[in-house]
């Protein structure tokens, strides 16, 4: 089955840049997303990168893919501290019927100022 | 713009009780999906529904059921209550692939989601 893993703690200081992983185990992941999730809050989708992409770029985030690995980041440049939350990473073999997604257990990301 | 609504945003409920969660998802949008995200744990996929028909089951107890309306919106039941259903219940929405294209089917939104709490 599916299973997606990710380190549980990543701190970092202001200013510096955040780079968080993800390893997936499924090869029919079509789909491969970010999600931010502060305290006592929804998921907010940041953003997503199919599977024939390598790299995708939107504003400070960087999302890599290295398909051969099974290996997905999330580079945050300029991290600040608006930026600490639990970043879920969550892929999905996609049908034509909708994405089931399974998720990742999370990284919680600190900012110190 | 128009997101996914959850009602109600917190719930509290005695064991053995039942309980209705209610989403109405982004407007367009014809996919809807339950997932339970527990405390301190990653979210996990329950049911989805594509058309008002079920199109994914999850790890979705037999004590629960869901359904999807003919204005898209879905309700998750919950019944005999357990304490272990104290969740974070969120409500999830796309197009999809097959309707809206690749490129239009990958973007799931998810609701603010409701808390419920079983005492």
């Known amino acids: 089955g599916e299973d997606v893993e990710q380190s549980l703690f990543l701190s970092v200081r202001e200013g510096d840049s955040s780079v968080i992983n993800c390893t997936y185990t499924?090869?029919?992941?079509?789909?491969l997303y970010w999600y931010k999730q502060e305290p006592g809050a929804g998921l907010q989708l940041l953003t997503y990168i199919f599977s024939n992409m390598d790299m995708k770029q939107d504003q400070r985030l960087t999302v890599l893919l290295n398909k051969k690995d099974k290996h997905l980041s999330l580079r945050i440049a300029d991290t600040q501290t608006g930026d600490s939350a639990i970043y879920f990473c969550a892929e999905s073999p996609s049908n034509n019927a909708g994405n089931m997604l399974t998720f990742g257990g999370g990284t919680r990301l600190m900012v110190k100022p | 713009a128009a997101g996914v609504i959850q009602s109600p945003r917190h719930l509290i409920k005695e064991k053995r009780e039942t309980a209705t969660l209610k989403c109405y998802p982004i407007p367009r949008h014809d996919t809807v999906y339950w997932y339970q995200q527990g405390p301190g744990q990653d979210p996990q996929f329950l049911i989805s529904?594509?058309?008002?028909?079920?199109?994914d089951k999850g790890s979705i107890p037999d004590r629960f059921s869901a359904q999807q309306f003919s204005d898209y919106h879905s309700e998750l039941n919950m019944s005999s209550l357990e304490l272990g259903d104290s969740a974070l219940y969120f409500c999830?929405?796309?197009?999809?692939?097959?309707?809206?294209?690749?490129?239009?089917?990958?973007?799931?939104?998810f609701g603010e989601g409701s808390w419920l709490t079983v005492v």
């Open positions: 529904f594509y058309e008002k028909m079920q199109s």
């Open positions: 499924d090869s029919s992941s079509t789909y």
């Open positions: 999830a929405s796309s197009l999809s692939p097959g309707t809206g294209g690749v490129l239009a089917g990958n973007t799931i939104y």
